[in-house]
């Protein structure tokens, strides 16, 4: 998927060049080239007077010999020329000011300004906005890997989509979401990969806590299938990146088949998808490096959470007890996942018997059943192991055939409506000498046994127990990668951005 970054300033820039690149790396390319113009020597367009954007001409005799701390000065300042991107992320640290172009835009550089046309070639102005990635969010701090930093900073990130959280209103998403959230009587998620997973979840929620008929469908799928529009139905795009091509093609095929309601839930400012929604909701997660998707998956939780919640409220399903037991729930999230991620010494020592085996079942049951599935997906991606998620109930269908003492089991055993009969079906796995190893919930009363691996999550969660469970399969993930020495951040094959087809 391709990156692109440069720039035009009175400094050296190769090493800004360089340094973009290398930071665009993690979207996945094999190959890459720069090309760089000098013009060094005394010419007459470098003499005095020098002109600025034809407004300000700058006359001066002689030699400027605080020409270094004026230097310095400008360079603090960071006008010192303009750059573009295909990533923002590319230029964290060396720009503080963004704009984002629209589809078909065309853009001008120089050192002293910028121009944009639109597709027909009229000037226009896009809103300049501030660039919130730092140099500390691209760097790797004490991590040894940027999937291990994200999966560790889940707390924070959490901690700062909650923290402005005061009660569930429809205005968190966006000035019209009151007069949307009036009309609409269901819900159609599209999405890809994590995000497919984190709209698998919400499905539970915006049907057992809002009441709203949900359906939850794979992007690519969708945009090519016949489909029969309700009006009324709120269209609900997630993505990271805000670039997939599958889930904005998707949402765009929904606009043509005349769905107005429109609501897109994305990590990235600016991004395609975002525009292209009549609502947004952006996630809180920060800038997100490594291919495997951790920090964003678990803000898109908090974030469709906070709108099952809203749309409940809005239909006069919530009270205000439950409200503010919700929303206890969410602030003392943080917490309970800094309690799941100090569980990471005893996941080492279970990655290290993973990573010799081929392959792998991950069993769950109801709202962690697309938890299953997400740590399926996380443990072939980065690993390479073979992985398959089944909802429990359906390994007696036919999964259950490739049981044997060859095939550990991953399973999410959080203590909730559905353990006795998750416990049933752990019975189905042991008689046939499969190894399971078992996330259970403090109180869920499953003893470790030989050929039954247990640990034990600090507690269980309610409503909100997917956001602790899908850590631990983070974690088992990434280790049984390190174990098998895999390029963990960048995945063969893979791509952060996935923008074309
Ligand atoms: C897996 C992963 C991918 C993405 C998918 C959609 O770890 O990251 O499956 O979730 O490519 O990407 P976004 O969310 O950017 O639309």
């Given amino acids: ?13 190769t ?19 720069v090309a760089v113009l000098q013009d060094g020597e005394p010419l007459t367009r470098n003499a005095h ?47 503080e000011h963004f704009i984002y172009l629209e589809e078909g835009d065309l853009v001008s550089l120089s050192r002293e300004g910028i121009s944009i046309a639109d597709r027909d070639g009229n000037p226009v102005a896009r809103e300049i906005r501030e660039l919130e990635a730092t140099k500390a969010a691209v760097g790797l701090g004490p991590y040894r890997h940027y999937m291990q930093k994200e999966i560790f900073e889940q707390p924070s990130v959490i901690a700062d989509s909650t923290e402005h959280l005061v009660r569930f209103a429809p205005a968190l998403f966006g000035a019209h979401a009151n007069a949307v959230f009036a009309e ?62 599958d889930t904005l093609a998707a949402l765009k095929h929904a606009q043509v088949l005349g769905h107005r309601h429109t609501l897109a839930v994305c990590n990235v400012a600016g991004s395609a998808i975002l525009r292209q929604a009549a609502l947004h909701f ?33 239909r006069g399903m919530l009270d205000a007890h439950r409200e503010a037991a919700m929303l206890g729930q969410l602030h003392h999230l943080p917490a309970a996942l800094n309690g799941v991620l100090a569980l990471a010494p005893q996941i080492i020592a ?21 938890i299953a599935l997400e740590g399926a ?61 078992v996330f259970s919930d403090a109180d869920s009363k499953i003893r470790s046994a030989p050929g039954l691996h247990v640990i034990r999550m600090p507690e269980h969660y309610g409503l909100l127990s997917p956001i602790l469970h899908v850590v631990p399969l983070q974690l088992l993930a990434y280790h049984t990668a390190c174990a098998r020495g895999t390029d963990v951040d960048k995945p063969r094959d893979l791509a952060k951005s996935v923008t074309v087809e």
């Fill in 377 to 437: 997906l996380k443990l072939k991606e980065i690993s390479y192991i073979h992985a398959e998620a089944y909802a429990a109930g359906e390994l007696k269908h036919g999964p259950l055939a490739l049981v044997t003492e060859q095939m550990p089991v991953v399973t999410v055993a959080p203590n909730d409506a559905l353990l006795e009969k998750l416990k049933s079906n752990l019975q189905e796995v042991r008689a046939r000498g499969g190894e399971l190893y």
């Fill in 49 to 95: 007077p020098i002109f600025s954007s034809g407004e300000i001409a700058l006359v001066h005799n002689g030699i400027i010999e605080n020409h270094e701390s004026l230097r310095e000065t400008l360079s603090a300042l960071g006008r010192d020329g303009n750059y573009l991107a295909s990533d923002t992320m590319a230029l964290a640290g060396n720009a």
């Fill in 350 to 370: 279970w990655a290290g018997s993973l990573a010799r085996k081929e392959n792998a079942l991950f069993l769950g049951r109801g709202i962690h059943y697309p």
């Fill in 282 to 314: 952006l996630t809180r997660a920060g800038a997100e490096i490594g291919v495997a998707s951790t920090k964003a998956f678990t803000t898109q939780l908090v974030a469709l959470f906070v709108l099952a919640a809203t749309l409940a409220k809005r």
């Fill in 184 to 245: 609409i009587d269901s819900v159609l998620i599209l999405a890809c990969g994590t995000s497919y997973h984190s709209g698998m979840t919400a499905k539970y929620w915006l049907e057992s806590i809002s009441r709203l008929p949900t359906s939850v469908e794979i992007a690519s799928e969708y945009r090519y299938r016949d489909s029969v529009p309700n009006p009324r139905t709120l269209v609900l795009a997630i993505s990271q990146s805000g670039e997939t091509a």
């Fill in 15 to 33: 090493p800004v060049l360089l340094e973009g690149l290398r930071r665009l790396e993690y979207r996945g390319y094999d190959s890459c080239g």
């Fill in 1 to 13: 998927m391709c990156g692109i970054v440069g720039a035009i300033a009175q400094r050296n820039v």
